[in-house]
């Protein structure tokens, strides 16, 4: 019963953050709170120069002159849209000025961290059931490698498997980020959408990745690994693999509905000649189960000639079996470590690759962060130095292949990478140089 003009009174001390909470309460609520005198307000102080005095007096004055006199021509919310979209632009600006800065080692950002810290970023996944509803899980566990960043959810009010159909992943910051103080959870927040999977018939459309005496994993492309409990057709977790390569503009510059598009790659001229091939490419390679690093290395002028391209691959040869100085010893025994409320296990023979292939200027070729398994081969170590069983594991996207070759060995209780081969699509090269391979 109390009079909006009263309530316009009290909406006008209230900051930007709670003006957002309070639209939400009614109808009411939601018309009085978009007032574009109150908004415009907000919009003018915040144009105010703080270097000096006598340039925010002048520019306040002219800011809110111009708007008071075209305050009555704007629908009711045209100042809270300006002054939402004012500050967002000035946040993604902030956040994507920190990753510019590049670590000579990886050629990504070296300042991730410190961006997340900045922008409040969190992530979360949505799952939706076949009726519509939807179940969001938050609060999830962060692994920060090199490269990438590994996260984990589990709880234990997970909807059954039957019943769901899609799973959403979205990057969620403050809609209105205020550096003085943490991110409010409970305040407005802006959505990016990441990845969207398919979750009907998981165990018959995914790729499995290996058991344990609890939960059997299952891949989904891209980075997505569902861990289902054995004795239950239930969701034990869900972990992602996100690389650093346009990691932040995906988490931030996207919309709920629509993924984030990378701009298209300007090819330097001298890199034109289809006859020359690749060349001068470099590449860091991480091998993890989450919690422990099994490998870590980079490689240096890896090249592939015109004559290397078959069935629409170009092939970059990393390690080869015939050249024992680059073979790769594994640290600890390969696996994915997992853990819930209550239980924890480690699924062996698989891990979670990192690759960053960079072309000749340095700049992310082929990026990606996945789950691969390995598997038992037919043939025999023919190695002198290396006699025991030999082990695949391959990886496949529409960018590319990896195949990598290990060697167990018993006596010493360790695995040898003796091959590592990369096959880059002939059309993602046509795409990224502008060729005709």
């Excluded at 939402?84 to 050629?107: C, E, H, N, W």
Aim: proline share 5%; with cysteine; glycine share 6%.
């Amino acid at each position: 019963s109390m009079p909006s003009e009263m309530l316009l009174k009290i909406f006008s001390y209230l900051d930007a953050v709670s003006l957002l909470s309070v639209g939400c309460v009614n109808k009411r609520f939601y018309e009085l709170a978009n007032d574009n005198g109150i908004w415009l307000k907000l919009y003018s102080s915040s144009l105010q120069p703080r270097w000096t005095i006598w340039k925010m007096k002048s520019k306040q004055t002219e800011t809110v002159s111009l708007g008071c006199a075209a305050l009555h021509d704007r629908k009711p919310g045209y100042w809270k849209k300006e002054y939402i979209f004012k500050q967002t632009s000035a946040f993604k600006t902030r956040v994507m000025r920190l990753v510019k800065v590049l670590d000579p080692y990886t050629g990504l950002p070296c300042k991730n961290k410190e961006a997340m810290k900045v922008s409040g970023l969190r992530w979360i996944i949505v799952l939706k059931d076949k009726n519509g509803k939807e179940h969001v899980i938050e609060k999830p566990n962060l692994s920060f490698k090199d490269t990438s960043v590994t996260i984990l959810w589990y709880g234990t009010d997970w909807p059954c498997l039957d019943i769901l159909s899609t799973l959403k992943l979205f990057g969620v910051t403050p809609l209105l980020p205020d550096q003085s103080r943490p991110p409010n959870k409970n305040g407005p927040r802006r959505f990016s959408l990441i990845a969207e999977y398919h979750l009907a018939n998981l165990t018959e459309n995914s790729v499995a990745v290996g058991a344990d005496e609890l939960v059997q994993l299952f891949s989904l492309s891209p980075g997505l690994l569902v861990g289902i409990w054995k004795e239950k057709n239930e969701i034990a977790f869900v972990m992602a693999s996100l690389h650093y390569n346009q990691l932040l503009e995906r988490s931030i510059l996207g919309s709920a509905t629509v993924q984030y598009a990378p701009p298209p790659n300007k090819p330097l001229l001298d890199d034109i000649d289809p006859e020359y091939g690749l060349h001068d490419y470099s590449l860091h390679l991480d091998l993890h189960g989450r919690s422990c690093m099994y490998l870590c290395g980079s490689f240096k002028g890896l090249f592939c000639r015109k004559g290397d391209i078959e069935n629409g691959y170009l092939r970059l040869t990393v390690v080869s079996l015939k050249d024992n100085r680059k073979h790769l010893p594994i640290i600890g025994t390969l696996g994915i470590c997992w853990e819930t409320d209550v239980f924890k296990g480690n699924v062996k023979d698989c891990f979670v690759m990192d690759l960053t292939l960079l072309d000749e200027t340095g700049k992310p070729f082929w990026c990606f962060s996945a789950p691969v398994y390995m598997e038992l081969s037919s043939k025999a170590s023919g190695l002198y130095d290396y006699m025991g069983h030999i082990y695949t594991a391959d990886y496949v996207d529409s960018e590319g292949k990896v195949c990598v070759e290990f060697v167990w060995l018993e006596e010493t209780k360790e695995y040898v990478a003796v091959s590592l081969v990369l096959y880059v699509s002939t059309k993602k090269v046509n795409s990224w140089y502008g060729t005709n391979y």
